[in-house]
Nanobody
Framework: QVQVAESGGGSVQAGGSLRLSCEFY????????MEWYRQAPGKQRELVAR???????DVADSVKGRFAISRDHASHMVYLQMNSLKPEDTAVYYC???????????WGQGTQVTVSS
């Protein structure tokens, strides 16, 4: 049974930083692409960043240069470092684990990020 759990959301002023954490439960961690999505009120959920077990990353154009994704193999943790936050980054952020074998996504409950101007 695979589960993921996010933490680290909160409220910050524009220009500030936050780091989101996601813990992966299950195995094998290496067989999952780890992803961060976000969903703002009234908008569709969008992919923010993803990282493979080999460390290959893909970051959305809207956050490129400000956000960075990383993963720690030993602790089964995934991080999203968010810098230079803007009010438009306000959303619920979700961690997801995408199985390379089944293509199934396992979602966390989400964590709220609010950026005030």
């Amino acid at each position: 049974q695979v589960q993921v759990a996010e933490s680290g959301g909160g409220s910050v002023q524009a220009g500030g930083s936050l780091r989101l954490s996601c813990e992966f439960y299950g195995s094998p961690f290496a067989m999952y692409v780890m992803e961060w999505y976000r969903q703002a009120p009234g908008k569709q959920r969008e992919l923010v960043a993803r990282i493979t077990d080999g460390g290959i990353t893909d970051v959305a154009d809207s956050v490129k240069g400000r956000f960075a994704i990383s993963r720690d193999h030993a602790s089964h943790m995934v991080y999203l470092q968010m810098n230079s936050l803007k009010p438009e980054d306000t959303a619920v952020y979700y961690c997801a684990a995408l199985s390379l074998q089944t293509r199934q996504n396992y979602w966390g409950q989400g964590t709220q990020v609010t950026v005030s101007s």
